[in-house]
């Protein structure tokens, strides 16, 4: 996430978290963005596994049918 270019915008939040973040000199600003950054990537990370989920299915049925490919030259 690029920190250089930023974008003012306007947003509506809870009135006692704006006052206990103000209280204890926390930048609402960039926990805000902080807290949309983790939210871009839980959201990314549920579409991945809705896309992929029926490719893992198939991958952990193919291991447990056969073995991990590569078992015969693992060293531990």
Do not use: C
Request: glycine share 2%.
């Amino acid at each position: 996430m690029s920190r250089s270019s930023r974008k003012p915008t306007n947003l509506s939040l809870d009135e006692d978290l704006v006052s206990a973040a103000r209280a204890l000199n926390v930048n609402v600003s960039r926990a805000a963005e902080e807290g949309i950054a983790r939210a871009i990537r839980a959201e990314r990370e549920r579409r991945w596994r809705d896309e992929n989920a029926e490719a893992v299915r198939q991958s952990n049925d193919y291991v447990e049918k056969h073995g991990l490919p590569l078992a015969p030259h693992r060293q531990f």
